[in-house]
């Protein structure tokens, strides 16, 4: 079974310093990782994914996560805070064998302060 | 560009009647769909897998005749909350793989209200 654990479901941050949100998973076998972005009364957007290549991944607006195995952490980062970056982050974690489903955290709600 | 549409974007009923909501893959045959449900402020949650030409998979605590699934298309899978209560109000958000291996590109969802 796999599972993720996202830490903080509110974190707050001022517009232009660092966003960090915390995705910690656990899996029996290799996993492969997601982190997806979610604004008001919409679906899912792909910000980047992590699948055994690199274990540094750059996504869209600016977004990136580091894959740590010793940590089984895939946090998400972004040096510079944007008003726009205001959502909901989800992290979700599957395996490299077909036919298994996404499991999903709970959810990150990131505020930016003006 | 989106690769999953989903309609109505949002709809309101009476308790007591069926809605359905339609989930369509623009770009790719999808022979595998999914169906979430999403409560306000909280995650997605796997309600059905949706199969082309075969029955669908519920998860388990998902009532199978009042969430009626058809992929009668490699486009097309459709849910349908039949005798909608007050309770079933929620976002609906479906998906479909692509990608890498079980990645899935998700609709925009359907908002769901019973008065």
């Known amino acids: 079974a796999q599972s993720v654990t996202q830490l903080g479901s509110h974190v707050s941050v001022s517009e232009g310093a660092l966003v960090l949100l915390r995705c910690n998973y656990s899996s029996s076998v290799p996993p492969y990782l997601f982190w997806y972005v979610q604004y008001p009364n919409q679906g899912l957007q792909l910000l980047l994914k992590y699948t055994s290549a690199a274990t540094l991944v750059k996504g869209i607006n600016g977004f990136e996560a580091e894959f740590k195995k010793s940590e089984t952490s895939f946090h998400l980062t972004k040096p510079s805070a944007h008003m726009r970056d205001a959502a909901e982050y989800f992290c979700?974690?599957?395996?490299?064998?077909?036919?298994?489903?996404?499991?999903f955290g709970t959810g990150t709600r990131l505020t930016i302060i003006p | 560009g989106a690769v999953v549409s989903q309609h109505p974007s949002w709809v309101i009923c009476k308790s007591g009647t069926s809605v359905k909501i339609e989930c369509r893959s623009l770009?790719?045959?999808?022979?595998?769909m999914f169906w979430y449900r999403q409560f306000p402020k909280q995650s997605l949650m796997l309600m059905a897998t949706?199969?082309?030409?075969?029955?669908?998979?519920?998860e388990q605590g998902v009532e199978k005749d009042k969430f009626l699934i058809n992929h009668a298309s490699l486009t097309l899978s459709t849910l349908t909350v039949t005798s909608a209560h007050p309770e079933d109000s929620s976002f609906y958000i479906c998906?479909?793989?692509?990608?890498?291996?079980?990645?899935?590109?998700f609709g925009p969802g359907t908002r769901l209200t019973v008065l």
């Open positions: 979700a974690v599957t395996s490299n064998f077909g036919n298994e489903k996404l499991t």
């Open positions: 998906s479909r793989l692509g990608g890498v291996v079980n990645e899935q590109f």
């Open positions: 949706s199969n082309e030409g075969s029955k669908a998979t519920y």
């Open positions: 770009d790719f045959q999808a022979t595998t």
